[in-house]
T-cell receptor, first 117, second 116 residues
Framework: NAGVTQTPKFQVLKTGQSMTLQCAQD?????MSWYRQDPGMGLRLIHY???????DQGEVPNGYNVSRSTTEDFPLRLLSAAPSQTSVYFC????????????????FGPGTRLTVT | AQKVTQAQTEISVVEKEDVTLDCVYE???????LFWYKQPPSGELVFLIR??????QNEISGRYSWNFQKSTSSFNFTITASQVVDSAVYFC?????????????FGQGTRLTINP
């Protein structure tokens, strides 16, 4: 299994440009999520999905869109890049979606380092 | 709201010393899960442990051990006889389940440097 893969590894955008960060997993996990990591702030949840066709917002969703047409793929779209979106982006997947009294570990991809100038 | 605090921003020790990373959390849930992740210099996030709130037994895995104390809302991580390869940023996280979906809330991370 390749686990969770992300492309590209690095990206530089100009303000106002749009792009899609790709994420795929081959573990048949229901749950997928996107986080951004900024210095001194840990990781913050952007969007998540509990299955194909179902997505929802996390803590910092503004400026990002997601879709989940298949179990394997969960792309993150930046609509109009801003310097505040300079960050490292991590995609993660989990074997379970979670229920009251039960949570599952999440497995992370290698990350995409994005710089917006 | 749920919150995780890792008060130690950076720790530096000499190889073979023992080191403890602190994690304090806040939650109103009666059932919850806590996690530790390691982020080595290469940047990936590596899952270390998951612990649920009903299990307060300490856990040991080789040189790693975890001390969960519900009374003080803490889930501390100790590395015994540290090695240079333990140098990394370590994150503590709390899982909350909202509307049928789990979400991880991370602490700010502790950068651990092990000097030879």
């Amino acid at each position: 299994n390749a686990g969770v893969t992300q492309t590209p590894k690095f990206q530089v955008l100009k303000t106002g440009q749009s792009m899609t960060l790709q994420c795929a997993q081959d573990m048949n996990h229901e749950y997928m999520s996107w986080y951004r990591q900024d210095p001194g702030m840990g990781l913050r949840l952007i969007h998540y999905s509990v299955g194909a066709g179902i997505t929802d917002q996390g803590e910092v969703p503004n400026g990002y869109n997601v879709s989940r047409s298949t179990t394997e793929d969960f792309p993150l779209r930046l609509l109009s890049a801003a310097p505040s979106q300079t960050s490292v982006y991590f995609c993660a997947s989990s074997p379970g979606t979670g229920s009251p009294g039960r949570s599952y570990e999440q497995y992370f991809g290698p990350g995409t380092r994005l710089t917006v100038t | 709201a749920q919150k995780v605090t890792q008060a130690q921003t950076e720790i530096s020790v000499v190889e073979k010393e023992d080191v403890t990373l602190d994690c304090v959390y806040e939650t109103r849930d009666t059932t919850y899960y806590l996690f530790w992740y390691k982020q080595p210099p290469s940047g990936e996030l590596v899952f270390l442990i998951r612990r649920n709130s009903f299990d307060e037994q300490n856990e040991i895995s080789g040189r790693y051990s975890w001390n969960f104390q519900k009374s003080t809302s803490s889930f501390n991580f100790t590395i015994t006889a540290s090695q240079v390869v333990d140098s990394a940023v370590y994150f503590c996280a709390l899982s909350e389940v909202i509307q049928g979906a789990q979400k991880l809330v991370f602490g700010q991370g502790t950068r651990l440097t092990i000097n030879p």
